[in-house]
């Protein structure tokens, strides 16, 4: 599903560019917990967001905000890594290992520090601040682009899977997948967030949840292990083209917000 740092990222932006209230990101915040605390990973991300460092007191979403306003933040970009695939993390270090793990980071590549959410407990959600060495933007992938690659990919994996015999129909399918949507929490986005963005994170929830119930059609773990494993890779492109679309329309979101900003001063 779509991840907390592409709600920060988002709202964060809309409300640095005065399109909307600080309360706004709050709330859209609890979506994923109904609390949020905020620590700093290393003295000089402690000391520029003026945030205790991991381990003591934690200071909240609020101070969060007022920091990133202070320090003249207007965007953030978000980065969706896997093993083996960390590009706009900045290379290698704590922020890398963190956003891998978690799979989700924030980025603020003017200001040159990352922020990483993890669970931490029943209804908590933290956010880690890293400062970072020199982060290098996420090569630019249009929207367009990133639906040609949606479809492409269902081909791709639709006819690999068909080759391996292990995508037979199932009954109640379109009743499970229904459940699988239900069953995410239900995202809110700012106003202004472009139309065509918002039709491609759709689709890409779609595709994640027909992942999700590929993913689980192995019966009493009836596969082999070879079996599982080359279902596995055929559907790799499609999880790619799904992380794929996921940062392209969150950063496009990022993008028009700014514009606006710099639009109205």
């Given at each position: 599903m779509c991840r907390p740092s592409a709600t920060l990222?988002?709202?964060?932006?809309?409300?640095?560019?005065?399109t909307a209230a600080s309360d706004d990101v709050l709330d859209a915040l609890q979506d994923w917990a109904e609390a949020?605390?905020?620590?700093?990973?290393?003295?000089?991300?402690?000391?520029?967001?003026?945030?205790?460092?991991?381990?003591?007191?934690?200071?909240?979403p609020v101070q969060l905000l007022l920091a990133l306003r202070g320090q003249g933040a207007t965007s953030a970009q978000l980065v969706l890594p896997v093993a083996g695939d960390v590009r706009g993390l900045g290379g290698a270090g704590p922020f890398a290992d963190a956003a891998v793990?978690?799979?989700?980071?924030v980025v603020l590549t003017a200001l040159g520090f990352g922020l990483v959410p993890e669970p931490i407990a029943e209804g908590l959600m933290r956010w880690t601040v890293y400062s970072l060495g020199?982060?290098?933007p996420l090569e630019y992938q249009s929207l367009a682009e990133a639906e040609h690659g949606l479809t492409d990919a269902?081909?791709?994996?639709?006819?690999?899977?068909q080759a391996l015999d292990v995508a037979s129909d199932r009954p109640g399918v379109r009743a499970e997948l229904s459940a699988h949507l239900?069953?995410?929490?239900?995202?809110?986005?700012?106003?202004?967030?472009?139309?065509?963005?918002?039709?491609?994170?759709?689709?890409?929830?779609?595709i994640s949840a027909i992942l999700a119930i590929a993913r689980s059609d192995d019966p009493g773990g009836a596969l082999s292990a070879s079996a599982a494993s080359r279902r596995a890779e055929a559907l790799r492109p499609l999880v790619d083209a799904v992380r794929t679309a996921r940062t392209a329309s969150v950063n496009e979101a990022v993008r028009v917000f700014s514009d606006q900003g710099d639009r109205h001063p």
């Open positions: 990222a988002v709202w964060s932006s809309a409300w640095l560019n005065g949020h605390d905020v620590v700093a990973a290393d003295p000089a991300a402690a000391d520029a967001f003026d945030l205790p460092l991991a381990f003591h007191r934690a200071a909240t793990r978690c799979g989700e980071a020199t982060p290098t269902i081909r791709a994996s639709a006819g690999a899977l239900r069953a995410r929490p239900r995202i809110e986005w700012p106003a202004g967030m472009p139309a065509r963005a918002l039709r491609v994170l759709q689709r890409a929830e779609e």
